[in-house]
């Protein structure tokens, strides 16, 4: 079936410095991912939506000059969380999907910022 | 703006027992209703998939109901086992199905061997 990699799977950093996430679909062509963020004990919250070739779609209250989301081709996405802070700890998950498929995630990438 | 709401938030029983848990949302317009699991530290299965047009899928010891009218959902499992200890977490999309999922906090549920 369909799959979705997301990688790294875990990273920890320290304050300050910058971290990218990758999200590649491996069989379909993903013309649309999405990224969401759970924090402990909360539900996965969508951040943004991203359509390949496009500016990605931020949600409320998600800033989008520290989470850069580039989608450039049709199977790879990332999110780089720009001078990242311990509040930006946090389990970082992405979701993909073609014009006819069902949504498939990744195995999320747990951040941890020092 | 849609709400998910899931009941209970955790829920321990022996194993063996058949269980429900209960789903809510608040805009009754959904494309689909997913139930995913997530074990600890883990990302998410995805268990059982609803289309707006549905009211009920099954999947060996899983069963899920909508009731796209009033809001809710059940996932009912049978004959529970120690291995369906996980966050147990129900997700809609809106609208026509473009939008990325909302998703309850989820039921953490414990199987007492």
């Known amino acids: 079936g369909a799959v979705v990699s997301q990688h790294p799977s875990r990273v920890i950093c320290k304050s300050g410095t910058s971290v990218k996430i990758e999200c590649r679909s491996l069989?379909?062509?993903?013309?649309?991912m999405f990224w969401y963020r759970q924090f402990p004990k909360q539900s996965l919250m969508l951040m943004a939506t991203?359509?390949?070739?496009?500016?990605?779609?931020?949600e409320q209250g998600v800033e989008k000059d520290k989470f850069l989301i580039n989608h450039a081709s049709l199977t790879l996405s990332t999110l780089t969380v720009t001078s990242a802070h311990p509040e930006d700890s946090s389990f970082y998950i992405c979701?993909?999907?073609?014009?006819?498929?069902?949504?498939?995630f990744g195995n999320g990438t747990r951040l941890t910022v020092t | 703006k849609q709400e998910v709401t899931q009941i209970p938030a955790a829920l321990s029983v022996p194993e063996g027992e058949n269980l429900v848990l209960n789903c809510s949302f608040t805009?009754?317009?959904?494309?689909?209703l997913q139930w995913f699991r997530q074990d600890p530290g883990k990302g998410l299965t995805s268990l059982l998939l609803?289309?707006?047009?549905?009211r009920e899928q099954t999947s060996g010891r899983l069963n899920a109901s909508l009731d796209k009218s009033s809001g809710r959902s059940t996932l009912y499992i049978a004959a529970s086992q120690p291995g369906d200890s996980a966050t147990y977490l129900c997700?809609?999309?809106?609208?026509?199905?473009?939008?990325?999922?909302?998703f309850g906090k989820g039921t953490h549920l414990i199987i007492q061997p």
């Open positions: 979701s993909a999907r073609d014009v006819n498929s069902p949504l498939h």
């Open positions: 069989d379909f062509q993903a013309t649309t």
């Open positions: 991203s359509n390949e070739g496009s500016k990605a779609t931020y």
């Open positions: 805009d009754s317009a959904i494309y689909n």
């Open positions: 609803i289309q707006s047009s549905q």
């Open positions: 997700a809609v999309i809106s609208g026509g199905g473009a939008d990325g999922l909302t």
